[in-house]
């Protein structure tokens, strides 16, 4: 029997694995590493992970992802509201002010709260993990956002329960990546200690910390995160096309639920072009509303226009780390980065900027949470 290492993300999982003497990322049913955070319901069938995002445009309204940041709240609490813009499903709230999803399944219509949600995409991820080991799965440590509060953590270990996983330890999705690190790097630390920052900048969530390490332990000496990610730079692109639609082919995109997904679809990848090339890009989409193709394009430049508010804001969270951290620059040893969202170049250009740093990037930026979840209980 294996011990499995989850990181639960906004928008993709990873599980990690203690396997002969090294750690390794699992493979899924369809031999990817990612699994993503999505649970579709059609007719009598339950399809989780890649399957549900391969058939989310023609299954709108029974197709929910993005429930992470959902669990252990209340449908009327503004953060709730606030993350149910942009979940193209339905939702309601439920007679205890719970939030129910409305999907069609088993030929009728039935209410899944974000926690079952999750508990079906942990079934899923113990069930591929179980194939992929050929061993049973039952225990886990599973990785969550620092700022989750004690609400959240809960809804996540209940989660877990409903999936038959039997939770040794809840992390800090910050420390399992500094685990990941402080595993690979043992040889490197002595007496005096050795300070390295780890940024994780993910689809909805910044968080950044200060770690110090020394031969026999790890210490965290601060952490500063920010509510923004991957997503925001998406929304903003989204806005900017838009408005030129409506312009050029006076169509409005915002108004068909349909036509947005595949929209921000696109859009996503664009701006991973867009990281590895500064010429500009191409966006074509074909019957893209009342029969219209759509074509457009948008350079490097151009998007980090778009995003500077959020841009911005990874700026803040960065210097907000350095002064509470009391870090001198020269203190630092390294900047490690983490997160899909930290291969975006000008991200990696403001790390330079307030670190006196380059990025590096010792650690598997997709897998080093799951990693270091997995590490903590091998
Ligand atoms: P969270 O940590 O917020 O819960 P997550 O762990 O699911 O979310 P990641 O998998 O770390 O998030 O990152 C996903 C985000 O990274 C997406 O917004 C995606 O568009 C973005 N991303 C991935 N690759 C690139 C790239 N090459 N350039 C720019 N953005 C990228
Ligand atoms: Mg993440």
Same mark, same amino acid.
Not at 91 to 113: C, M, T, W
Not at 142 to 160: K, S
Not at 277 to 295: A, G, M, R, Y
């Given at each position: 029997?294996?011990?499995?290492?989850?990181?639960?993300?906004?928008?993709?999982?990873?599980?990690?694995?203690?396997?002969?003497?090294?750690?390794?990322?699992?493979?899924?049913?369809?031999?990817?590493?990612?699994?993503?955070?999505?649970?579709?319901?059609?007719?009598?069938?339950?399809?989780?992970?890649?399957?549900?995002?391969?058939?989310?445009?023609?299954?709108?309204?029974?197709?929910?992802?993005?429930?992470?940041?959902?669990?252990?709240?209340?449908?009327?609490?503004?953060?709730?509201?606030?993350?149910?813009?942009?979940?193209?499903?339905?939702?309601?709230?439920?007679?205890?002010?719970?939030?129910?999803?409305?999907? +069609?399944?088993?030929?009728? =219509?039935?209410?899944? @709260?974000?926690? /079952?949600?999750? $508990?079906?995409? #942990? *079934? %899923?991820? &113990?069930?591929?993990?179980?194939?992929?080991?050929?061993?049973?799965?039952?225990?886990?440590?599973?990785?969550?956002?620092?700022?989750?509060?004690?609400?959240?953590?809960?809804?996540?270990?209940?989660?877990?329960?409903?999936?038959?996983?039997?939770?040794?330890?809840?992390?800090?999705?910050?420390?399992?990546?500094?685990?990941?690190?402080?595993?690979?790097?043992?040889?490197?630390?002595?007496?005096?200690?050795? +300070?390295?920052?780890?940024? =994780?900048?993910?689809? @909805?969530?910044? /968080?950044?910390? $200060?770690?110090? #390490? *020394? %031969?026999? &332990?790890?210490?965290?000496?601060?952490?500063?995160?920010?509510?923004?990610?991957?997503?925001?730079?998406?929304?903003?692109?989204?806005?900017?096309?838009?408005?030129?639609?409506?312009?050029?082919?006076?169509?409005?995109?915002?108004?068909?639920?349909?036509?947005?997904?595949?929209?921000?679809?696109?859009?996503?990848?664009?701006?991973?072009?867009?990281?590895?090339?500064?010429?500009?890009?191409?966006?074509?989409?074909?019957?893209?509303?009342? =029969?219209?193709?759509? @074509?457009?394009?948008?350079?490097?430049?151009?998007?980090?226009?778009?995003?500077?508010?959020?841009?911005?804001?990874?700026?803040?969270?960065?210097?907000?780390?350095?002064?509470?951290?009391?870090?001198?620059?020269?203190?630092?040893?390294?900047?490690?980065?983490?997160?899909?969202?930290?291969?975006?170049?000008?991200?990696?250009?403001?790390?330079?900027?307030?670190?006196?740093?380059?990025?590096?990037?010792?650690?598997?930026?997709?897998?080093?949470?799951?990693?270091?979840?997995?590490?903590?209980?091998?």
């Amino acid at each position: 029997m294996s011990v499995i290492g989850i990181d639960f993300g906004n928008e993709s999982c990873y599980v990690a694995a203690a396997r002969s003497g090294g750690i390794e990322t699992l493979a899924n049913d369809y031999s990817l590493r990612a699994t993503p955070s999505a649970v579709a319901f059609d007719g009598k069938k339950r399809i989780i992970g890649v399957a549900a995002k391969n058939q989310q445009v023609t299954n709108m309204k029974n197709t929910v992802g993005g429930f992470k940041r959902l669990l252990g709240r209340k449908f009327n609490d503004p953060h709730v509201q606030h993350e149910l813009t942009s979940i193209p499903a339905r939702v309601e709230a439920r007679p205890d002010g719970s939030i129910g999803f409305k999907v +069609n399944y088993l030929e009728e =219509d039935q209410h899944f @709260s974000p926690e /079952q949600l999750t $508990a079906m995409l #942990f *079934t %899923k991820l &113990k069930e591929t993990s179980a194939a992929a080991m050929q061993t049973q799965v039952n225990d886990c440590v599973i990785a969550c956002p620092i700022f989750f509060t004690n609400a959240e953590r809960r809804a996540l270990l209940d989660a877990a329960q409903i999936a038959g996983l039997n939770v040794l330890r809840l992390l800090n999705e910050t420390t399992a990546t500094a685990l990941a690190y402080g595993f690979y790097k043992n040889d490197l630390f002595e007496e005096k200690p050795k +300070n390295v920052i780890f940024i =994780d900048f993910g689809h @909805s969530a910044l /968080q950044v910390s $200060a770690c110090s #390490f *020394t %031969k026999s &332990k790890l210490k965290m000496l601060a952490s500063t995160w920010d509510q923004i990610g991957g997503r925001d730079f998406d929304l903003a692109m989204a806005e900017y096309f838009s408005k030129e639609f409506q312009e050029r082919y006076k169509i409005n995109a915002k108004t068909n639920a349909r036509a947005t997904l595949r929209l921000l679809t696109e859009i996503e990848k664009l701006k991973k072009q867009m990281s590895a090339n500064s010429t500009k890009l191409p966006l074509n989409i074909e019957c893209f509303l009342e =029969d219209i193709d759509v @074509s457009s394009s948008m350079q490097r430049s151009q998007m980090e226009e778009l995003c500077a508010p959020v841009l911005q804001r990874v700026e803040q969270t960065f210097k907000r780390l350095l002064a509470e951290s009391k870090l001198q620059l020269d203190d630092i040893h390294s900047v490690e980065i983490v997160g899909g969202s930290s291969r975006i170049p000008s991200v990696k250009q403001l790390i330079e900027q307030v670190f006196n740093k380059p990025a590096s990037t010792t650690l598997n930026q997709d897998e080093a949470v799951s990693r270091g979840a997995a590490l903590q209980c091998a």
